[in-house]
């Protein structure tokens, strides 16, 4: 297996770059279609596997990826629809831990630990594909605000979530639910404050800068720091470096036009190169996975989908039908069906899948 080196990055970016090309013509999802050649070549071996460390997957391509998304949504639908999305990000995937994890340990015939283990891996959202279609065909602001804010949080959770069931896992402890959540909300919370404080001491020093290429290096130490010193803190860099987004988002308005458009226009770019290089890493494990282990593992595949989906269905049908109890905050009814649907899994589980002994 190759090691994520430069031509390994160079190849892969080459790579999708002609997809997107080729996906531009034809008019076709470009993050689905990264999966699908990434999958056939595994099957095909044409494309060397690549393995991630975790030190590339979790400080050098998810903080680009959740900066950016943080930068970019929109404070107003944010406000509006904030217990729903708060919801949905943290109580949501823990009852969702729980969801998949009760059923999938007798169904699967494992100890109960590692079942809420898996719940807590596949729990965060990615719904980079579909917020694709959504801006392509035009979907309200709200919409894609409510999806990917949601998105955004629950990989935070997730991750946090993930980390102390593996914690416990290693350490041979019983599964406490309190001290669990005790740990959590002090891991989670903690990146909270770390990312406000970053965010705006990054915002002070840019705000009398008038040089947009000082503004942008500012804006790429504030991304790759803030997890790193939320870790040194034992808090969520994840969740540091989503923070330190939103704060930069609603601080870069009032910046001159022409930094905003470069710091915007480069962190684009980056988030594009980040988001490309994961979706075809989805599928190249495939090699790695092997497709004997995919057919003789079919029926359990089948029954871990089916639980995750049903999951789904009870947590966002849920949410939505006590947030319309406020009639000044109502979701139109069919928006559930896209909440559903729009809960797809990808990178965060991914990355987390493998950072597995």
């Known amino acids: 297996m190759d090691a994520f080196s430069l031509s390994s990055?160079?190849?892969?970016?080459?790579?999708?770059?002609?997809?997107?090309?080729?996906?531009?013509?034809r008019n076709q999802s470009y993050t689905i279609s990264l999966v699908l050649i990434g999958l056939l070549g595994a099957a095909t071996q044409i494309i060397p596997p690549v393995s991630l460390t975790h030190?590339?997957?979790?400080?050098?391509?998810?903080?680009?990826?959740?900066?950016?998304?943080?930068?970019?949504?929109?404070?107003?639908?944010?406000?509006?629809?904030?217990?729903l999305i708060a919801f949905l990000a943290v109580p949501g995937v823990i009852v969702s831990t729980v969801l998949v994890g009760y059923p999938l340990a007798y169904f699967w015939h494992?100890?109960?630990?590692?079942?809420?283990?898996?719940?807590?891996l596949i729990a965060p959202t990615d719904p980079?594909?579909?917020?694709?279609?959504?801006?392509?065909?035009?979907?309200?602001?709200?919409?894609?605000?409510?999806?990917?804010?949601?998105?955004?949080?629950n990989d935070g959770t997730g991750v946090v979530l993930f980390a102390i069931i593996l914690s416990?896992?290693?350490?041979?402890?019983?599964?406490?639910?309190?001290?669990?959540?005790?740990?959590?909300?002090?891991?989670?919370?903690?990146?909270?404050?770390?990312?406000?404080?970053?965010?705006?001491?990054?915002?002070?020093?840019?705000?009398?800068?008038?040089?947009?290429?000082?503004?942008?290096?500012?804006?790429?130490?504030?991304?790759?720091?803030?997890?790193?010193?939320?870790?040194?803190?034992?808090?969520?860099?994840?969740?540091?470096?989503?923070?330190?987004?939103?704060?930069?988002?609603?601080?870069?308005?009032?910046?001159?036009?022409?930094?905003?458009?470069?710091?915007?226009s480069f962190w684009e770019t980056i988030d594009f190169i980040m988001n490309s290089l994961v979706f075809l890493i989805i599928g190249l494990q495939l090699q790695i996975i092997g497709t004997h282990n995919l057919i003789e593992l079919k029926n359990f595949i089948l029954i871990g989908i089916f639980i995750v989906l049903l999951s789904r269905i009870f947590i966002v049908y849920p949410s939505v039908f006590?947030?319309?109890?406020?009639?000044?905050l109502p979701l139109p009814s069919s928006w559930n069906h896209?909440?559903?649907?729009?809960?797809?899994?990808?990178?965060?589980?991914?990355?987390?899948?493998?950072q597995l002994p």
């Open 322 to 328: 006590f947030h319309n109890l406020f009639p000044q």
């Open 55 to 83: 030190f590339v997957a979790f400080y050098l391509i998810l903080p680009p990826i959740l900066f950016q998304g943080g930068l970019n949504l929109k404070l107003e639908h944010l406000r509006k629809d904030w217990l």
């Open 168 to 264: 416990m896992i290693q350490s041979n402890q019983p599964l406490n639910v309190s001290h669990a959540l005790v740990q959590f909300l002090i891991v989670a919370g903690g990146g909270a404050l770390v990312g406000a404080l970053c965010g705006f001491v990054i915002t002070a020093l840019m705000k009398p800068l008038q040089d947009h290429l000082l503004q942008v290096v500012l804006t790429v130490i504030l991304t790759f720091g803030t997890p790193l010193l939320a870790d040194a803190l034992h808090c969520s860099g994840l969740i540091a470096v989503i923070v330190a987004g939103l704060v930069m988002g609603k601080t870069r308005m009032s910046l001159p036009v022409k930094n905003r458009e470069t710091i915007e």
């Open 128 to 153: 980079v594909s579909v917020l694709a279609i959504l801006k392509k065909i035009k979907a309200p602001d709200r919409l894609r605000t409510v999806l990917e804010a949601e998105s955004l949080f």
């Open 110 to 120: 494992i100890p109960l630990t590692y079942a809420l283990l898996f719940g807590a």
């Open 9 to 25: 990055i160079l190849k892969l970016l080459l790579l999708a770059c002609l997809i997107g090309i080729g996906m531009r013509w």
């Open 338 to 354: 896209i909440l559903f649907w729009g809960g797809l899994r990808g990178t965060i589980p991914m990355l987390l899948a493998l």
